[in-house]
């Protein structure tokens, strides 16, 4: 997840392939084997049946490893923020926001997301929560030590997560088909995105022909939106969950 080989973390580069990682907090040293002189990369990816795009992500990353020479010290932090390796806060500050190098914002800090849209401020804080992993899905409050079943109350079937919620349940799946007419291409460039806030942090990339502008713009948060306030009436009012009621 640090930036250790090449400009950017591997967490970015490799979207695709970050979110089938089952180790996302690893070192760089607990995925490498050392046998004798030979070293191997250890990827520990859950999924098997790769798409050709993540082929060729594996790939890339191989090559990208090839190339990087580790020596023998132990791992150790390094502020790149300022020439002299020293932090600031100030430094910190300008980095954040991408004004030190005349960077673009970075990608793991999306203030120009949520509070530079156009939004009523219940949704930016309800967007800004989600984009941070914090809002109170079932699986967060089992983190947080409650217990309770998950289930998804959309679909019934799954567990309850950000990703699931708002993306992958069969329920907001057929919003999202619903709303982007179906275009199938979009929803797979959206889920290649890996997770909610690289979603939508490239939002605004991908395909958008067909769509007025203000209208592919708001898309992604009316949609997050009105599952949250729907997934909350079922849970809190006891309401079904109707599509028809999402969209119009
Ligand atoms: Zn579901």
Redesign the pocket.
Known sequence: MDKWCGEIPLEVKFQNLFRHASIKNGSVEQHRTQEGNVMEWNFYLRRRNFRESEVNSINELKVLLAHTILDDEDDSWRWNGMSNRTFSVKSYYLDLHGKRRGDAQVPNFPYKIIWKVKLPLRIKFFMWYAVWERILTVDNLRNRGMIIQNR???????E?SII??FF?????SMLWMRLLHHRVEIMDAVMDKGNFRNIFINWPLLNSEGFKAITWKLLPYAVCWSVWVTRNKAIFQNKNASMEKVIC
């Open positions: 998804c109350v959309l679909c019934k079937a799954s309850e699931h919620l992958l349940c069969p329920f907001t």
